[in-house]
């Protein structure tokens, strides 16, 4: 499977759990074991709302891996990547190692 792939499946992927999450948040929280409440249900829709937005921006990008993929460095930086991912100056996400 490619990357391209694996980014269009993650895209659809959380579409899918969005339009699941906002009809019907007591599903998902009966899913996951948590309880069913006023406030549990509208955290569970914001997240669908926000599983939506990601899947749309996703399957929006002409390369999805870019979207989901903030950072690459080779293998040698990952002690520099964990800072990042740690200090987050850059509002990074995602940090891919390359080995060279």
């Given at each position: 499977?490619?990357?391209?792939q694996l980014a269009n499946g993650v895209g659809w992927f959380s579409i899918g759990l969005g339009l699941a999450e906002?009809?019907?948040?007591?599903?998902a929280a009966n899913?996951?074991?948590?309880?069913?409440?006023?406030?549990?249900?509208k955290?569970?829709?914001?997240y669908g709302a926000r599983g939506l937005a990601a899947g749309c921006g996703i399957l929006s990008q002409s390369d999805p891996t870019n979207y989901v993929i903030t950072h690459r460095l080779a293998l040698e930086q990952a002690p520099q990547g964990y800072k990042v991912f740690r200090d987050r100056p850059d509002n990074c996400e995602k940090?891919?190692?390359?080995?060279?």
């Open positions: 499977m490619s990357s391209q906002i009809p019907t948040p007591y599903v899913l996951i074991a948590v309880t069913d409440d006023s406030k549990t249900r955290v569970l829709r914001f940090i891919v190692l390359k080995p060279n």
